[in-house]
């Protein structure tokens, strides 16, 4: 059971590239989200998804988009990259369902854009 | 909208001495609040929530409306507590488990 993976571990984009970032759960949890986290702030919600073939926008969803074809895999797009968007991302999931559900972490991509 | 403050980025106590995080909060019903921990290397996990009522390796957290306050302690630090230290609120409801974070607490216990 290997809960939550984020792939890459690492990644330098240039300006204006694009990159997918993959999560994948194997808990068969409902509820997947996107966080990302910048130095000296907590973490913020990109988007989230209560199921397959449902998503919805966080707190800071600009230059991304995401998809969730199947429960497994929630992978997150950025199209045009911009330095703005150098930061932490961490994947997470929980049960959904349940009221006050905890969330299980992926060990986070951390992506710098020069 | 909901807000958490974590008023301390930097915490630096001594083996053995009591620790307390501060974590402060903004909303206007009655949301559920929970601490994460991230030890070095290892991924962001839940060390405990208040609806649980539990303490977690020493760790208590106590809800405080009147204040708006879930301060997390502990009586007797240890140096594997060293960690980094977010507080989160869950406003409940139909949010679907969408969590806010505070800026996070590193605390660093020394020998």
């Known amino acids: 059971n290997a809960g939550v993976t984020q792939t ?15 999560c994948t759960q194997d808990m068969n949890h409902n509820y997947m989200y996107w966080y990302r986290q910048d130095p000296g702030m907590g973490l913020k919600l990109i988007y989230y998804s209560v199921g397959a073939g449902i998503t919805d926008k966080g707190e800071v969803p600009n230059g991304y988009n995401v ?12 199209e045009l990259a911009a330095p703005s968007q150098t930061s932490v991302y961490f ?3 929980g049960k959904g369902l349940v009221s006050y559900n905890e969330q299980f972490f992926g060990p986070g991509t951390r992506l710098t854009v020069l | 909208a909901q807000r958490v403050t974590q008023p301390e980025k930097l915490l630096s106590v001594f083996k053995g001495a009591p620790v307390e995080l ?13 601490w994460y921990v991230q030890y070095s290397r290892q991924r ?29 302690k502990k009586p007797f630090a240890q140096e594997e507590d060293s960690a980094m230290y977010y507080c989160a609120l869950d406003p409940g409801g139909t949010s679907y488990g969408k969590l806010t974070f505070g800026q996070g607490t590193i605390l660093t216990v020394h020998p």
Do not use: V, W
Not at chain 2, 22 to 34: A, H
Not at chain 2, 44 to 63: P, V, W, Y
């Open chain 1, 8 to 22: 890459p571990k690492f990644r330098i984009l240039k300006i204006g590239q694009s990159m997918t970032l993959q």
């Open chain 1, 67 to 78: 998809s969730r074809s199947t429960t497994e895999d929630f992978p997150l797009r950025l």
């Open chain 1, 91 to 93: 994947c997470a999931s």
């Open chain 2, 22 to 34: 501060k974590c402060n909060y903004s909303y206007s019903g009655s949301p559920e609040l929970f």
């Open chain 2, 44 to 72: 962001l996990q839940l060390l405990l929530r208040h609806i649980s009522r539990e303490s977690i390796k020493g760790f208590t957290a106590d809800l405080n409306k009147g204040e708006t306050s879930f301060h997390l």
